[in-house]
């Protein structure tokens, strides 16, 4: 289900991939996997960078087992947001212009 909701995700099918997210909340709620693949998500396509905000520091806050990716993992796309950098802005930690998708693409082959 994750895969799916991912894959319209990146794919520009925004509902649909967040209905997807949304049921595998519903049914494991508070999963790291779940919040960490759904951030995923809005980073890469730029949307919702709150929200991707509030479910990576749910995701560090949450204990995670050898299944969910590392935390040191789910850091680097918290770092590309910023906490206090939008878009335009001058980044005060990297001295550089802010871009929430400034990291390596996404490869379907990542996810086995």
Known sequence: MLALA????????AKESDALFEEAERLAPETPKVLYERAQVYIRT????????RLLRRY???????????????????QEIGAECQGGE???S????????NFAP?????AW
């Open 46 to 53: 730029g949307r919702n960078l709150d929200e991707a905000r």
């Open 6 to 13: 991912r894959y319209l995700g990146l794919r520009g099918r």
């Open 106 to 110: 996404f490869s379907p082959l990542s």
């Open 90 to 92: 001058r980044c005060a």
């Open 60 to 78: 560090l806050n949450a204990p995670l087992t050898p299944g969910d990716p590392p935390a040191l993992r789910g850091r680097s796309p918290a």
């Open 94 to 101: 990297a001295g550089r212009r802010c871009r929430p998708t």
